[in-house]
């Protein structure tokens, strides 16, 4: 175990950790702003998997990279007109019953349309070597997972931090009622994050596709992983979601590697331990 493999695991945490980022940011936003629980933002991660590897197969990577994600925009557009704006006053149990029932549905969906079958999607050419970085050889795709990854959260941080339409967010999200006594239209605030948040679910699928095995269940397996980077980092945050994200990724890496009988449990001992000392998560938003 000399420094080479120490640097190998260390990149192997923060592409994790930045494929996390990528689907819980959109997540912890819409919890944090809309106050909804949305359990089926998995399966829009899958479908963002299934719509890529297709459009990838007749159009090439970058065609599924861009396209995937305006697809899974669309399917939340439908979604949010026909389900989750009239759920979203219904209170936490009857979001999480309906969520739940709907990631079983969209299951069955993209079993119907794509089959039981996994899907193959490979990396494009010019990102399917291995690049020297570092002192170690490492695979030119996943540097890219992870550049994509800090990059989001750079426009992110910019937007929400910088800009007007950050600004009402920030505030929508602090306190809604008095952001909408402000004159700030919070339905549409609501609307355009939504419809945000589903594009990088669907970026993030796209990514993961030529990593993982796309297959129909591939929204429930990243589900809990999620959900904790949401709970540790805390509701609502830019910054909780990155140090949730990056806190998942290096204690679930580096856990396999120290303590692998005990590496599953790791996560969720420290997740316990911040749900005690900060029930509230580590930065969580002031709302």
């Known amino acids: 175990m000399d420094l080479g493999f120490w640097t190998l695991q260390a990149l192997n945490a923060l592409q994790l950790s930045m494929l996390l980022f990528l689907l819980s940011i959109g997540l912890t936003v819409i919890f944090g702003l809309m106050h909804f629980v949305n359990l089926a933002h998995g399966s829009l991660y899958a ?37 989750i704006r009239r759920m979203r006053k219904s209170g936490p149990m009857a979001q999480v019953l309906v969520t739940f029932g709907l990631i079983f549905a969209l299951l069955d969906l993209t079993r119907i349309v794509w089959g ?16 020297a970085f570092l002192g170690v050889e490492y695979p030119a795709y996943r540097l890219f997972v992870v550049a994509l990854g800090l990059g989001v959260f750079a426009a992110l941080a910019y937007v929400l931090s910088r800009t007007q339409i950050g600004a009402m967010i920030r505030a929508g999200v602090d306190n809604d009622a008095m952001a909408a ?15 945000v948040g589903c ?61 692998p009988q005990l590496a599953s449990m790791l996560i969720y001992g420290f997740l316990a331990a911040v749900l005690v000392i900060k029930p509230a998560g580590l930065f969580p938003a002031k709302g």
């Open 47 to 83: 479908l963002g998997a299934y719509f890529g590897a297709s459009l990838a197969a007749t159009g090439g990577y970058w065609t599924g990279f861009f396209l995937a994600p305006v697809a899974v925009m669309a399917v939340g557009l439908v979604l949010y007109t026909l389900l």
């Open 181 to 195: 006594c402000l004159g700030i239209n919070v339905e549409r605030l609501f609307f355009i994050v939504f419809c």
């Open 199 to 259: 594009a990088l679910a669907g970026l993030a699928g796209t990514v993961a596709a030529p990593l993982l095995s796309v297959t129909p269940d591939m929204g429930l397996h990243i589900l809990i992983p999620t959900l904790i980077v949401i709970v540790v980092g805390g509701l609502g945050s830019l910054k909780g979601a990155i140090a949730g994200s990056l806190i998942y990724g290096f204690v679930q890496t580096f856990g396999a590697v120290l303590a």
């Open 116 to 131: 039981d079958l996994g899907l193959p999607m490979n990396a494009p050419e010019i990102l399917s070597g291995r690049v």
